[in-house]
């Protein structure tokens, strides 16, 4: 049982019919979770991400494939997942009537826990994510990082193996959103919960999650760990600066030679894409220079989860969602980003 | 250190535990409890009056018709409006929330509607002393089994409120709109506030086959102590009937709704 991946799917599809025309939300969803692991659903509004967890947390019924989750199958047992997964939606879990405590409570009393169990683990929650000064408040009466809070608490109740987090810090401040953060991570540091979150925050999958699927149009289409998917799919934007359009037609053809690959020229400044950017960067300039090509000013910068999204789609997270660019016509580059958009033929 | 709980939904349990996490607020702030009380004084002060004055009756022969009357009619308002309260909670992810909770299905409606019934049951007692010195002592057996029935009835109601909850989503002037356009005709011809008898005829026909009706007299008669009256039987089996089919619609409504 500890061996078996902690979800397990195969196939999951789902088609909403929207007005007689099917449209397929997520589409042969296939992969496997180990316990413990912190794994995050990255993608734009609309990818398919809440869909997925939906069905995961037998929510909605698959329209076709499989899933085991802790070790239940969600289609033949669905109560069985549901007793062995804590879910925190994309919205306020508590009753707006009810008080903080007595939600946590009746929470314990609807997982089958014995009323001491129920307080004990009560208490403890509202220490551990600092909900003591309002426990006797109605929810309404919160604000929105408390109530987000208790969702988590509520979620955490029956100290679950899995935990599923729909968007859990979206609309939050950046400082609640950082504080938020901290508890999840520590409570998975002691109770070796297994996470599974979905968000469009690229700095939170980049920082939290240990692995990153990538989701677009109702599919994955990139599944490693961040730092995996930068270096593999947006390497360091290196650009460089020169005095003038002559030195920095002369410093194509070192560059190219020295890296091999595409050089995109905008007047007097050249940039690439490379792995290693930040080994590179002092190596060109140095080689500039005993060419006789004075560099007047270098940047590297690191990839970002965006970039590898770009890399992926020829879209950027904020385009896919906004639902900007039309979906057969990739976004045409622009001068900001012509090194990405070619990255994209390579791969 | 994770607790592995095999819990498996259990109806009676599980409706036990919605019950009582629904009361919470209303026994954390008696107030709204104290409103709900006066809300049959009301009916007993003000309409009580008009009718006995009209019918020229003894006092306890009127009430003996009109106190069954008004609990019938508390029972359809406070879980006909069951389904508002959901409305709030679909709103929020509450109601989502207890979805993902390993709890019987069933138990979500049932649950939700006796807390409608619950004060039912201490407005019943209320109005039982008050009829008292009018001349109207009330059956003590009948007031049990005729709870019991309402209990029954306000369940099937509460499921199909909820379930026009459901179906209704977010537009709340659709859930009220509907909820007002069914719960006004069914009061009226049911004759809990003013008798059908000297109505038109078409009138009483409707009443025959309306659920309501039957509930109305049949609590008439186990409120007096006529246990062994046939309207009794009618009155419970539409009540079953309305449990029923309430609960079938509900349930199939809540597996839909996602």
Redesign the interface.
Known sequence: MTHEPIIETEGLSKVFTVKKVPIAAVSDLTFTAARGELVAFLGPNGAGKSTSL?ML????PPTSGTARVVGHDIGRDP?GV????G?V???????????VR??LL??G?????SRP?SIRRADELIESLDLGGFATR?VQQLSGGQKRRL?IA?GLM????LLFLDEPSTGLDPQSRANLWDHILELRRQ???TVFLTTHYLEEADRYAERVMVMDKGRIIADDDAANLKATLAGDVLTFGFADLELATRAREVLHRLTRTEIAQDGDSLALSAQDGDRLLPVIVRELDAAGIPVRSATGVPPTLDDVFLALTGRTLREAGEGAVPDAEPAPSTTTEPLTSQKTGAL | MTIDSPVRPNLARDSWNVLTREMKPVLRDPFSLIFSLLQPLVFLGLFAPLLIGGSGEPAGETLRWFVPGILVMLVLFGTGATGSNLQYEMSTGSHERTLVAPLARSSLLIGRALKEVAPIVIQALLIVIIALPFGFAIDPAGLLIGLVLLAVFGVGLGSLSYTLALAAKDREWLFWGVQQTLIFPLMILSGMLLPLDQGPEWMRVVASVNPVNWIVQAERALLSGDLANMTVVWGWLSGLAVAVVGLTVGMRAMRRSN
């Not at chain 1, 947390?57 to 909605?60: A, V, Y």
């Not at chain 1, 549901?82 to 997964?85: G, L, P, S, V």
């Not at chain 1, 009393?109 to 826990?113: A, D, N, S, V």
């Open positions: 939906r947390t037998t929510l909605i109560a549901r007793a062995h997964i879910y939606g994309q919205l306020t879990s508590g009753s707006f009537a009810q008080r007595d939600e009746s929470q009393r609807f997982y089958g826990m169990d109605t969702d509520l029956h100290a679950p193996p109770h070796g919960t």
